[in-house]
Antibody, heavy 114, light 112 residues
């Protein structure tokens, strides 16, 4: 069974940092693009970042460029999102997804507040 | 960035009746490889999104046949032939042709 499990969310002050992780199972991890997508409270979906199979290509939405970094470890079947200089508007449920959304995790909640 | 405009944003439908959601993109979604990367997602209350349709018209495995996707270029449609109670939720279109990938605002489907 294809499964994605996110972790690492929490409450952080503005300007702080968090590192999200997503552990994958049930498929050949190194064959797929991975994505991070977020959903603010009561809001729609926003694609955040993508990474290709070997990590050589990365794409970000403009609002997180320079602050967020996506990475992956194919040996550990995991993808990560390092989030620095967090802002209140980054408060959201963060999902990882395989490719263009074939499957999604349950999400991990990030709250940025003083 | 490519803007995805969905309509309507709210769709009350009686059980057993058809439903249709429109999604229009600000640019053509035909990729240089010839594919059209337009996906449809369903998000039931309290759940993670689920992909229903990829490449505009390809139904994902396990998705009921009452869901169908159509369209090309900049104009796309998701149809539910006969709405069931379990179809309540928010539906999103998403384009994966141009970076950054972008979603529509979402269409809330409810039972009338």
């Amino acid at each position: 069974e294809v499964q994605l499990v996110e972790s690492g969310g929490g409450l952080v002050q503005p300007g702080g940092s968090l590192r999200l992780s997503c552990a994958a199972s049930g498929f050949t991890f190194s064959n797929y693009w991975l994505s991070w997508v977020r959903q603010g409270p009561g809001k729609g979906l926003e694609w955040v970042a993508n990474i290709n199979q070997d990590g050589s290509e990365k794409y970000y939405v403009d609002s997180v460029k320079g602050r967020f970094t996506i990475s992956r470890d194919n040996a550990k079947n995991s993808v990560y999102l390092q989030m620095n200089n967090l802002r209140a508007e980054d408060t959201a449920l963060y999902y990882c997804a395989r490719g263009s959304g074939f499957c999604w995790g349950q999400g991990t909640l990030v709250s940025v507040s003083s | 960035d490519v803007v995805m405009a969905q309509s309507p944003l709210s769709l009350p439908v009686a059980l057993g009746q058809p439903a249709s959601i429109s999604c229009r993109s600000s640019q053509s979604l035909v990729h240089s490889d010839g594919n059209t990367y337009l996906n449809w997602f369903q998000q039931r209350p309290g759940q993670s999104p689920r992909r229903l349709i990829s490449k505009a018209s390809n139904r994902d495995s396990g998705v009921p046949e009452r869901f169908s996707g159509s369209g090309s270029g900049t104009d796309f449609t998701l149809k539910i032939s006969r709405v069931e109670a379990e179809d309540v939720g928010v539906y999103y279109c998403m384009q994966g042709t141009h970076w950054p990938w972008t979603f529509g605002q979402g269409t809330k489907v409810e039972i009338k």
